[in-house]
């Protein structure tokens, strides 16, 4: 299994509290992503990052920022919780190149709550 | 705008029969298209991936077509086990790094 680690895996929270989720990798991975699942919706990309500093917004960015300090590491950040960003949150890692398709591996997900 | 279209109803097979499963896509020019299994409570996990310029892949059990005329992918599992019981994904990439997911079919292979 790809060394991908989501921290917390639970969590619940109030209306307008921030949140952090973590991301971790262990496999220098250069492309990292979050993605958001919703019954209904399916797999929507928040963000994603293709390498140290360097990120780009998804189809679902409004509400959320992300950080990539380190390779391993890719953070996403709800500054205000809503209700509506109840759900599950997977990250997912690349190694993609230009001119192959790499494929996706994921984390476990991380279940968040807002009350 | 993209869409991509998978059977939101359960398809529900008996052990042994083959199980296909259909994703359509608008609006789009993918040069790759992926399949991935999600278990419940999982993340999903990559299974086959189709370049647009082919018709057909196998992996063990597992075939996929890809018709870019039609924009439809067939996704089959020959000789199913309730093991195959899961969600299954398909996914369009362009050039870029980034994929685009249908919402999944769920398989349920009785005995």
């Known amino acids: 299994d790809a060394g991908i680690t989501q921290s917390p895996r639970h969590k619940v929270t109030e209306t307008g509290t921030p949140v952090t989720l973590r991301c971790h990798q262990t496999?220098?991975?250069?492309?990292m992503y979050w993605y958001r699942q919703d019954p209904g919706h399916g797999l929507r990309l928040i963000h994603y990052s293709y390498g140290v500093k360097d990120t780009d917004k998804g189809e679902v960015s409004d509400g959320y920022s992300v950080s990539r300090s380190k390779t391993e590491d890719f953070l996403l950040t709800l500054e205000s919780a809503t209700s509506s960003q109840t759900s599950v949150y997977f990250c997912a890692i690349s190694d993609w190149r230009q001119g192959e398709s790499g494929e996706l591996f994921f984390g476990e997900g991380s279940r968040l709550t807002v009350l | 705008s993209q869409k991509i279209e998978q059977n939101s109803e359960a398809l529900n097979i008996q052990e042994g029969k083959t199980a296909t499963l259909t994703c359509n896509y608008t609006n789009y020019s993918p040069a790759y298209l992926q399949w991935y299994r999600q278990d419940p409570g999982r993340g999903p996990v990559f299974l086959l991936l189709i370049r647009e310029n082919e018709k057909e892949k196998r992996k063990e059990r597992l075939k996929v077509t890809f018709d870019t005329t039609l924009k439809q992918s067939l996704f089959h599992i020959t000789a199913s086990q309730p093991a195959d019981s899961a969600t299954y994904l398909c996914a369009l990439t362009g050039t870029a790094s980034k994929l685009t997911f249908g919402t999944g079919t769920r398989l349920q292979v009785t005995l």
């Open positions: 496999e220098n991975h250069r492309y």
